[in-house]
């Protein structure tokens, strides 16, 4: 061990040892084919680590959220993150997400690979909820602008539990890790998207072929359109793939509700 009885306090130094000690006698990786309920995410074994493929990631993140102070204005800031976090938590468990978390001013879903259109109905479905609802209503209660920054992507993960079995009879002293692309390229692409935009990745995209997900439904000229842009992220080293596809439409006011549910069934066909 590299740091000496001199540099730290014996408890600390043993905490390092035995974690160092676990990386040295390598992982046991057990594939599975979706994403497992929590409780079958691994603790006990500090070994073991789950290997999901082709795991959906959907990022939906707070534009403007710096502006809100817990310091001098509480209540409001309080309720943002509420009606934002609480709203996009609870749409997400709707569309049937096997994992959502919370980070920070940021909620990201978990979608199986054979749940593609039912995870882009969602990212919509929070841009209409954030667009049209969440939005006007903080500018009125505070005079702030805020908005949204929404990301997708898909590729394998492995996952377990990383924390405390239990602690004095608690056990929210641990947390899933997804370890893999993901989670951390859905979040580099909300982060690169504006205001209500939707990016995705090129490997996403592609299992998103239907014509109800790449053309509009006409509204309001009758002419149905193309609905996503491509994006060049050759230059950019932050991401794994070359290009991106963004959206920027929300659901139709006429349309939409039938456009959600046919979306959502084509995972069925």
Request: proline share 4%; charged share 30%; with cysteine.
């Amino acid at each position: 061990m590299k740091i000496s009885e001199t540099q730290l306090p014996e408890m600390f130094r043993e905490v390092i040892q035995e974690q160092i000690d676990i990386f040295n006698q390598g992982r046991s990786i057990q594939g599975q084919n979706s994403i497992p309920d929590t409780t079958d995410i691994p603790i006990e074994n500090p070994r073991h680590w789950l290997k999901i493929p082709d795991v959906i990631c959907v990022f939906v993140d707070m534009k403007g959220s710096t502006q809100l102070s817990a310091d001098a204005h509480d209540n409001s800031t309080a309720g943002a993150f509420q009606l934002f976090s609480g709203t996009i938590t609870k749409l997400f468990s709707a569309f049937e997400s096997p994992y959502i978390d919370i980070k920070g001013d940021g909620v990201f879903a978990l979608f199986d690979k054979d749940q593609p259109y039912r995870a882009l109905a969602s990212a919509v479905t929070a841009k209409t909820f954030i667009n049209e609802e969440f939005v006007p209503i903080i500018k009125d209660q505070t005079g702030l602008d805020v908005g949204s920054h929404l990301g997708i992507d898909q590729k394998t993960v492995l996952v377990r539990k990383l924390g405390f079995k239990r602690y004095r009879g608690r056990t929210d002293r641990q947390n899933e890790v997804w370890a893999g692309k993901p989670v951390n390229m859905a979040a580099k692409l909300a982060g690169l998207s504006n205001d209500n935009e939707l990016l995705v990745s090129d490997r996403f995209f592609k299992n998103i072929k239907h014509d109800l997900v790449r053309k509009s439904c006409g509204c309001p000229s009758g002419e149905k359109k193309e609905l996503w842009t491509e994006k060049d992220l050759a230059e950019d080293n932050r991401f794994d793939f070359d290009t991106a596809y963004a959206l920027h439409s929300n659901w139709c006011s006429i349309h939409g509700k039938k456009y959600c549910e046919d979306i959502i069934q084509l995972d069925e066909e």
